[in-house]
DNA sequence: GCGTTTGTTCAAACTTTTTTGAACAAACGA
DNA sequence: TCGTTTGTTCAAAAAAGTTTGAACAAACGC
């Protein structure tokens, strides 16, 4: 495994993009920041590029710059949407659409924690109580004693778990 | 992408292992729960083995439980010695060594935040003063402007991010 | 209606990551 | 010393995840 310990040794990334200096290293950057993240490299890319450009751009900017296909383009823009990274520009009389990057950080992260890390807390309360059940159910009582503490426990670090997100989006909310 | 939004369809591991019901739930959580954090499969495996097991486990244990190879068991567990979620047990007679589980919430958060957050933390602040300096050159005003304020926008990010780390160290440490 | 532009979908191709297993090294007792 | 047990390493196989591109749908003006 490369995924654990020691900072990773930097590879720039050699496609056949149009992006100048800065563009590039600023979209690099969200490529490894996304990567932390767990999200795949071509949505740092497309919200990099949207992040480092003055004026909204539309898919095929996206295609343009990146040299990506439309339909990466049009997925990583689906999902940045999903998480309010990313928004479609309003009122402009032209037929195609213009993308335009949220750039405060309440906003990101409320929107990170709501569709990554929300769901997974959810569902593992649900398989929390049926672990419980269960181990109620163990006949041997040293063992259910030991397997009781240990489902206290992860129900503990849920808990906590949750009531550190709303703590955290206040911290970061400016 | 799966990775983006929504409740993922619960998706039971048929392996050959020798776990039984409870075992296998609370394995199975913490398979979802590594997975959320980026690291492989096997990691949570191991360690949920471990962490339901009453007492220390050998590495042939690992690979009997849990029908992995005898590579994947010690890759995993030096994996989670690094984290510091796993450490050995010191002084039994035996040739063989036995691992138990870290189980406090603090320590846990902490191994993972100085092993694979601070890193790219680390390496993020460099690049973003080399950041700075780039757009500092440009040389049209406007461009500059704009330019320097999103530089500044991230480096403040990263900032924020930092002062975060500590308070939830502080917060989740019992 | 018809041609054009814009955007979406999804199976297949490709890339990256993870796991395996066979070869090796170390520690130990006989 | 030798055989056995225990653990590590790493190239190759397998699995998982991502991107592509061609086919399709929708919106629009003429």
């Not at 539309?58 to 990146?66: F, G, M, Q, Y």
């Not at 009122?91 to 950080?105: I, S, W």
């Not at 040293?142 to 129900?155: L, N």
Request: glycine share 10%; proline share 5%; net charge neutral.
């Amino acid at each position: 495994m490369d995924c654990c310990m020691a900072t990773s040794p930097e590879q720039e990334s050699e496609t056949s993009s149009s992006l100048e200096g800065l563009e590039r290293q600023i979209v690099d950057l969200f490529v490894d920041g996304v990567r932390v993240l767990g999200l795949p490299r071509s949505i740092g890319e497309i919200y990099g590029v949207l992040f480092v450009s003055p004026t909204p751009l539309a898919l095929d900017d996206l295609v343009e710059k990146l040299g990506i296909s439309k339909g990466s383009a049009s997925q990583g823009v689906r999902a940045l949407k999903g998480l309010g990274a990313v928004r479609e520009v309003e009122g402009n009389g032209e037929r195609r659409t213009y993308f335009e990057p949220a750039v405060d950080l309440k906003r990101l992260v409320g929107g990170f924690i709501r569709e990554q890390v929300r769901p997974h807390i959810e569902s593992g309360k649900k398989k929390i109580s049926k672990l419980a059940e269960a181990a109620r159910e163990e006949p041997d009582p040293e063992r259910r004693a030991f397997f009781q503490e240990r489902v206290a426990r992860i129900d503990n670090w849920t808990r906590r778990g949750g009531q550190v997100l709303p703590l955290l989006q206040r911290i970061l909310g400016e």
